[in-house]
Structures are given as structure tokens and as C-alpha cells.
């Protein structure tokens, strides 16, 4: 089996082999794949080994090997940070994994490391990690502090905690379980939003009245039983589904 490796500060994932197909995901630098199809034409679909997501991607901005790099479960802490990749600076974003070296890319990297984990998942951590998203702009596909969608900010904050969580906010309501009412809640449940039949949006609760979510970019809004009340025009935006406890 073949495996890719992430050599880009982010790498796009498209729905399909062309530049001009949706933007469904990311790769973070050094994010580790399997390859599905290579279709000789400079595109791989791969299936990124963290959340078993799938997607075509430029071969160009991934590194072949036939063995997977350790996981170190290691991440980079500041908002932005300067790695040195086979002797040239990149800058990548907050949450980047730390690989160990694997033949044909050297890494160095002295700045600040947040150990997955290590932090207890409770109502101070969370708000800690999630509070260095505020303000980042809304991108769908995106999985960064340089753009972010809905279920890439939850997604990206719970892998702090090392509590996995699936890409799409339809696939992560499937996880953990049901909260009844608002008043049950605990900072870091999810709450998911539907439009029509389908679950499209999902946030973390701080509160039972405040929820922190990325819609136009990461901000901080009001909740109550019907849903996410906008904080500045006082509007309401998304209509309340479920609630789940991931931890």
C-alpha cells in the first residue's frame, strides 16, 4: 500500500480531479493519506488516515512513501508558526501535527508544542482552544486558523483533547451522546442546526446560552431552544437540532 504525506502548509481536497471541483476538505502540513487511484494526470485521490475523510488532491503537494511516519501526537501552539522543512521556512498554522522524520523530509521546529491530551477537555480548556479561532474567517472546506468551516472548527478544537471527530457535521452528530435540554448542558457540547431534513452546522456550547461557531467567521453568538440568535443583529440564524456530549 502506498501512503502520501502532506508537504504543503495546506493542501485543498476537492470533490473531483480539477482545480475548479468543490473544496470539501484540507490537509494540514504533514498529514498522512492513503492512496485510492492515481489518475495520471497529477491528481490522487486519498483518504486522509485521521478522520478516514476522502478526496482528489494535486500529487505535487504530497511526498510518497511506502510506510507511515510516526505519530507523535504533538502539535504546533502558537496561532502561527515558522517550521523549517529540508533546510527552507514554512509557516504553518495553529494545530499542525509534528511528525518524526521520515526519509526525504527533515523537520525542525523550536517554538511552542501543545501535547494533545494533556490538557484536561473541561469547560477552561476548551474555551482556552477555541478562543484562538475567534475572529477566523469562514472558508468551507477549511481546517485552519487561515480559514475554517463549521465542523473543521470543531473538529479542529476536540483533536486537542485527543477526542477524534468525523469531518462533516452530519457525520459528527452521529457521534457521543444526546442532551435532552439547554439546561443540561456543558461547555464543549456540540450542538447541531438543520436545514430541512439534513443536519448543516454545528457549534460548541460554552453555556446554555452562548455557543461559539464558525459562520462568516469563528464568533461567539447567543442560543436558546429554537436556535442561534446573532449576536449583532439580533436575527436568528440557524434552527436548533440536537445536542451531543463527545466527552
Known amino acids: 500500500m502506498k501512503y502520501a504525506i502532506c ?36 491528481w490522487l485521490l486519498l483518504e486522509n488516515t485521521w478522520d478516514k475523510y476522502t478526496g482528489w488532491c494535486r500529487s505535487n503537494q504530497f ?8 505519530f507523535t501526537n504533538n502539535y504546533t501552539g502558537s496561532w502561527v508558526n515558522n517550521i523549517i522543512v529540508n533546510g527552507i521556512p514554512m509557516m504553518v498554522p495553529f494545530g499542525t501535527p509534528l ?9 525542525g521546529f523550536d517554538g511552542t508544542v501543545l501535547h494533545a491530551g494533556e490538557m484536561p477537555a473541561d469547560g477552561d480548556g476548551i ?6 479561532f475567534l475572529n477566523t474567517a ?9 480559514g475554517i468551516d463549521c465542523s473543521g472548527f470543531a473538529q479542529a478544537v476536540f483533536r486537542m483533547f485527543n477526542i477524534p471527530l468525523l469531518r462533516d457535521a452530519k457525520l459528527q452528530a452521529t457521534q457521543g451522546e444526546a442532551v435532552g435540554f439547554l439546561q443540561e448542558v456543558v461547555c464543549g457540547d456540540l450542538a447541531f442546526f438543520d436545514e430541512g431534513d439534513e443536519i448543516m452546522h454545528v457549534g460548541i456550547l460554552l453555556n446554555e446560552s452562548e455557543i461559539i461557531h464558525a459562520s462568516g467567521n469563528v464568533r461567539i453568538d447567543k442560543i436558546d431552544a429554537q436556535g442561534i440568535i446573532h449576536s449583532g443583529t439580533g436575527l436568528r440564524t440557524h434552527r436548533l437540532r440536537v445536542i ?3 466527552r
Open 7 to 42: 508537504i504543503t502548509q495546506l493542501a485543498p481536497m476537492r470533490l473531483g480531479p480539477d482545480h475548479r471541483e468543490e473544496l470539501t476538505s484540507q490537509f494540514l502540513f504533514s498529514e498522512t493519506a492513503t492512496i485510492l487511484e492515481n489518475n495520471g494526470k497529477g
Open 63 to 70: 511526498f510518497m512513501s511506502d510506510d507511515l511516519p510516526a
Open 99 to 107: 511528525i518524526a522524520d521520515v526519509k526525504g523530509i527533515n523537520v
Open 127 to 132: 474555551r482556552k482552544i477555541a478562543a484562538l
Open 138 to 146: 469562514y472558508l468551507w472546506g477549511g481546517r485552519s486558523v487561515f
Open 244 to 246: 451531543k456530549r463527545v
